[in-house]
């Protein structure tokens, strides 16, 4: 299309925009007159408005000029006071909320698995056929307790030959000691017979002893993992015996709670199996170092197991309670941001200023804050596009804000 023709087109649109305009909006005559249009013009386009216009001027050329100049000081009087009033709202209005305080690092959680205070995996200290099982899963044993025999035929009769043999080194060295024409050097030798059958003997009753399995703690047996007949070794795992009276729980806390955390400080756990159920503890021991690839620190609580409802491998959700630090803390809308970081109005002598603060944690409901704020003083939450450095400012139901509108 031509260049011609483009102008032609939009020069239409125009047109055709004005006089929509003129038409649909009541006040375009008067506008147009301002402009200089004159009323033939505006009446050409919409005649109604020339017309309305004209009985208008025809009503006030009528009317008497006393009346005339009467009515023209009421308008300028009641502009100068809707002026006035103006003056007494002047001020960007606007919503704030006080500064309050809040803490961090006051709580440490965390989550942590459980073992047995005591653990054993009872394995025999000799090689044999299990001969009999004295113990069954989940049941209570004391430590010495017998849980299960080997077979030990051999080892009796070791133990009986080593009885003989002291029995016949007894007697030896007796009838020496009484016979004055036995030398001195075989009394000696016939003592030390005696000393070395009593050793065997005991070597022999050691070796039959350990023909049982014995329990090395008190505590609760597990699955036994052996039946009667089978051969085992030193290696063999029997049974588990945990002794639960108490529950070590082992987690990982934060870098940040490194020098925070002694023993001795009090900790407490809650476990999927109990919901609802919260176990109380304390710190059993520290790690010396943290870890340089996770920036935590492994830590090991005691949780007492009164009523034994724990067990072993079980996840806790460990709560550590501090002091922590207090930081000023403002609503997340108050926050904004420029080129030079963070910053919040804060609302001085009715006006706005811009404070610098420093982002420490956000919380769902607040951020907390590094800056000069303090507790109580204003910030703004709402109307920011409109605050400016310095500019006056009304607070939305601020006793002063409400005494301007009722005047």
């Known amino acids: 299309m031509r260049i011609w023709k483009q102008l032609l087109l939009c020069l239409c649109v125009i047109v055709l925009a004005l006089g929509l305009w003129v038409f ?10 301002k ?8 009446a050409a386009i919409r005649p109604q408005a020339a017309g ?79 001969n009999e099982i004295r113990v069954t899963s989940g049941q209570k044993v004391v430590k010495g307790q017998v849980l299960a025999r080997l077979d030990d035929d051999e080892q009796v009769i070791e133990r009986d030959k ?3 043999a002291l029995r016949s080194a007894q007697e030896k060295s007796a009838s020496y000691r009484n016979l004055q024409s036995v030398s001195r050097l075989d009394v000696l030798d016939a003592q030390i017979a005696e000393e070395a059958a009593k050793l065997a003997l005991s070597t022999a009753e050691l070796n039959l002893k350990r023909r049982d399995i014995v329990a090395p703690i008190d505590g609760i047996a597990g699955i036994v993992a052996v039946n009667i007949g089978d051969n085992v070794t030193t290696q063999t795992s029997v049974v588990t015996i945990d002794d639960r009276s108490a529950i070590l729980v082992d987690f990982w806390a934060p870098e940040r709670f490194a020098v925070a955390i002694e023993p001795g400080q009090p900790v407490e756990a809650t476990s999927i199996a109990r919901p609802g159920q919260v176990f109380t503890g304390k710190v059993e021991a520290i790690d010396n170092r943290v870890d340089p690839a996770s920036r935590t ?32 803390a403002v609503d997340p809308l108050a926050v904004q941001w420029d080129g030079e970081g ?9 006006k706005s200023v811009k404070t610098r603060v420093r982002v420490v944690q956000r919380n769902p409901d607040t951020v907390l804050v590094e800056s000069g704020l303090k507790e109580g003083d204003r910030v703004i939450t709402e109307g920011l596009q409109r ?19 009722r005047q």
């Open 162 to 164: 080593a009885q003989v």
């Open 24 to 33: 649909m909006v009541p006040s375009a005559g008067e506008t147009l007159a």
């Open 387 to 405: 605050v400016r450095e310095g500019a006056p400012v009304r607070v939305l139901g601020a006793p002063e804000t409400a005494e301007v509108a």
């Open 52 to 130: 309305q216009t004209t009985a208008n001027d025809a009503a006030g050329g009528n009317r008497p000029a006393g009346q005339q100049q009467g009515q023209s000081g009421q308008g300028s009087g009641g502009q100068r006071g809707q002026g006035g009033q103006g003056g007494g709202n002047r001020g960007t209005l606007v919503n704030a909320q006080p500064v309050t305080t809040g803490t961090v690092n006051d709580r440490l959680s965390a989550i942590g698995s459980g073992e047995a205070i005591q653990s054993v995996v009872v394995m025999p200290q000799a090689t044999g056929t299990v």
């Open 35 to 42: 402009y200089g249009v004159p009323e033939q013009v505006v």
């Open 342 to 350: 963070s910053y919040v109005w804060q609302i001085k002598d009715n």
């Open 297 to 328: 620190m492994r830590i090991r609580a005691r949780v007492e197991n009164p009523g034994d409802v724990l067990r072993a491998g079980m996840a806790f959700g460990v709560g550590m309670r501090f002091a922590g630090e207090r930081f000023p």
